[in-house]
């Protein structure tokens, strides 16, 4: 078995996922604000240290996304913020885009940007103690969109990161993510995301990607967040497993998804009822930012200083979560756990 492809197995071993902590500082900042805290360096180290060193990681959390600026700071209990993580257990990974940027020719779009210097800054990574990277394209959906320059252009992307992460020694998270904004249905979420999803993998392929040491990303299949249909969970999961097992090559050894803006329970349901009919070979299970963190920075940001309090809110949601990739959790244990 490859170095990378113990790496990805071990980042999404049963019943554990990944917590995407590599919000810009940009995506941060509106975070903090949104909570009426002030953001600055130490605000940002003060609540992803607390997530850090909670119970849940040792259990929960196979592997934490770090920004720039995080994977840099000194741990407030001594040593760097990597080697407080790889203590947990989890392993430490690392967000390499440097943002999604307005597509020239087709201005409504987004192309993600960040391969320039990325050889040279992968190696500082890894010699930061990052065993993972993640890359994240962005697609929208309406009646001409996604276009096919924006899907050839950002699976190009990803696949000339991952090759570049491979090289180096980290296993690639390949983000596609087709955004829920909109009005459309989930039949049009489900088309084009299986059309972006099959585009990525052409391009790894060719660029000798090898899949076994990487992990994919996705939305699930959602209707739009301004569409009169509604789904319930058991449709949802039908048709998220529908695209993955059509569009994602079987030696891909684990799926994570992405939240997108869901909320913290329908993301957890929507993840159990994924794994309760997984008729597939992946593992499936968790990378989530808002989804993880929602509830623990609102009550953060009440009392910056009540870390335990923060910390049993994020333990109860990685607990559900970690039930969730195991097709385990049910609302009974949501409200008897809180
Ligand atoms: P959300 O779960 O909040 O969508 O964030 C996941 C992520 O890492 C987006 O790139």
Redesign the pocket.
């Known amino acids: 078995m490859s170095e990378l492809n113990n790496i990805a197995l071990k980042i999404i071993e049963e019943g554990k996922g990944?917590l995407?902590a590599?919000?810009s500082t940009g995506t941060m900042t509106k975070r903090l604000n949104s909570v009426n805290v002030e953001s600055t360096p130490e605000s940002r180290l003060t609540f992803r240290e607390t997530l850090f060193t909670s119970e849940s990681m040792k259990t929960c959390i196979g592997g934490v996304?770090l920004y720039d600026e995080t994977i840099k700071q000194s741990s407030s209990l001594g040593g760097k913020i990597p080697d407080l993580i790889s203590k947990t257990s989890a392993i430490p990974g690392i967000?390499v885009d440097t943002g999604a940027k307005v597509l020239a020719n087709s201005p409504d779009e987004k192309i993600t940007e960040g391969l320039d210097n990325l050889r040279e800054r992968l190696k500082e990574y890894y010699k930061l103690g990052a065993r993972f990277t993640?890359w994240?394209a962005v697609y929208i959906i309406s009646k001409n969109y996604p276009s096919k320059l924006s899907i050839f252009s950002n699976a190009h992307a990803l696949a000339r990161y991952a090759a570049l992460a491979q090289e180096n020694g980290l296993v690639p998270i390949v983000?596609p993510?087709v955004l829920m904004d909109g009005n459309h249905y989930a039949e049009e979420c489900l088309k084009k995301t299986s059309e972006i999803i099959k585009k990525c993998y052409d391009e790894l392929i060719l660029n000798k990607v090898d899949l076994k040491g990487t992990i994919l990303?996705p939305?699930m299949i959602l209707p739009g967040n301004k569409a009169s249909e509604k789904l319930n969970t058991n449709e949802i999961a039908e048709l998220t497993l529908k695209c993955l097992k059509d569009s994602v090559p079987t030696e891909v050894p684990g799926i994570a998804?992405?939240?997108?803006?869901?909320s913290e329970i329908e993301?957890t349901e929507n993840l159990n009822s994924i794994n309760k009919n997984n008729n597939t070979s992946f593992k499936m299970t968790?990378?989530?930012?808002?989804?993880?963190?929602q509830s623990a920075l609102k009550f953060w940001s009440k009392d910056t200083k009540n870390t335990k309090g923060t910390q049993a809110i994020f333990n109860h949601r990685a607990k559900m979560c970690s039930l969730a990739a195991q097709g385990k959790w049910s609302q009974n244990i949501e409200k008897q756990d809180n």
Do not use: C, H
């Open positions: 990944v995407a590599d919000e996304i967000k993640k994240r983000e993510e990303k939305n998804f992405l939240s997108g803006g869901q993301a968790y990378s989530y930012g808002r989804a993880l963190q």
